[in-house]
C-alpha cells in the first residue's frame, strides 16, 4: 500500500520557468510533509519541510503547499536553475510515532532543467 | 568531512553469502537509520536507533536481517544468505531529537549491493 504517491516519474522544464512537482498521500495522521533531493550517486538531501497545521512553507525558491481536504502537497521551484536537475522526493511522517522517526517516500520525480 | 558515511560504497556477493555494511552518523546525532532503496522506488524504511537502543523494526526486515549501534555510535547491517532480492542501494540516516517538530534526518551515500 503506498501511502505517499507521485504520479509523474518525470517532468522537464525550461530554465527560469516555474517547475510544480505534486504529491498525493492516503493517511491523514501524517503530521509532517517532507521534500527530498537526490543527485546520483549520492544519498537524499533534504529541502524543505511543512507541518500538517500549515498550508505553505517558503524558503528561497523553494515553496511547499499543503492541501489537507485533498491530500495532496506540491513543490514549486521559481526560477527553475540547471543545478535544480535531480530526482524530488516527497515524504511524510507518521502523527503516532515518537518525533524523528521512520519517514515514508514516495517513489520520485525527476526533474530536468533543460536550457 | 563531518557528514554520514557509509562502507562499503559497492559490494558484490554471491548468492548464500552474509555481507555486512557499515553507517557511521554525525557525531552528535542520537538516533540512526536504515532504508532500502531498489531501481524506480523511494527509500524504504528498514529499522531505526535510539542511541544504542533498537527502537523499531519494518516488516521488511526479515530473520535474515540484523542490525546493531553496540556503542551508540557506528551501525552495522548484516544480511544472511543473501537472495537477488536483496539487491539494493542500502542508505544510512542519522537525526538529533530535538522537540516535536521534524528533525532532518541526514543521508550517508549509500551502499549498493549487487547478488549474483
Known amino acids: 500500500d503506498q501511502q505517499v504517491k507521485q504520479n509523474s516519474p518525470s517532468l522537464s522544464v525550461q530554465e527560469g520557468r516555474i517547475s510544480i512537482l505534486n504529491c498525493d498521500y492516503t493517511?491523514?495522521?501524517?503530521?509532517?510533509f517532507l521534500w527530498y533531493k537526490k543527485y546520483p550517486a549520492e544519498g537524499p538531501t533534504f529541502l524543505i519541510s511543512i507541518s500538517s497545521i500549515k498550508d505553505k512553507n517558503e524558503d528561497g525558491r523553494f515553496t511547499v503547499f499543503l492541501n489537507k481536504s485533498a491530500k495532496h502537497l506540491s513543490l514549486h521551484i521559481v526560477p527553475s536553475q540547471p543545478g535544480d536537475s535531480a530526482v524530488y522526493f516527497c515524504?511524510?511522517?507518521?502523527?503516532?510515532?515518537?518525533?524523528?522517526?521512520?519517514?515514508?517516500f514516495g517513489s520520485g520525480t525527476r526533474l530536468s532543467i533543460r536550457p | 568531512d563531518t557528514g554520514v558515511s557509509q562502507d562499503p560504497r559497492h559490494k558484490i556477493t554471491k548468492r548464500g553469502q552474509n555481507v555486512t555494511f557499515r553507517c557511521d552518523p554525525i557525531?552528535?546525532?542520537?538516533?540512526l537509520y536504515w532504508y532500502r532503496q531498489t531501481l524506480g522506488q523511494g527509500p524504504e524504511f528498514l529499522t531505526y536507533f535510539q542511541n544504542e537502543a533498537q527502537l523499531e523494526k519494518s516488516r521488511l526486515l526479515s530473520d535474515r536481517f540484523s542490525a546493531e549501534r553496540p556503542k551508540g555510535s557506528f551501525s552495522t547491517l548484516e544480511i544472511q544468505r543473501t537472495e537477488q532480492g536483496d539487491s539494493a542501494m542500502y542508505l544510512c540516516?542519522?537525526?538529533?531529537?530535538?522537540?516535536?517538530?521534524?528533525?532532518?534526518?541526514?543521508f550517508g551515500p549509500g551502499t549498493r549491493l549487487t547478488v549474483l
Open positions: 493517511n491523514s495522521m501524517f503530521d509532517y
Open positions: 557525531s552528535e546525532h542520537n538516533r
Open positions: 540516516a542519522s537525526s538529533l531529537t530535538r522537540g516535536s517538530s521534524y528533525n532532518e534526518q541526514f
Open positions: 515524504a511524510a511522517r507518521g502523527m503516532g510515532y515518537s518525533s524523528a522517526s521512520k519517514i515514508i
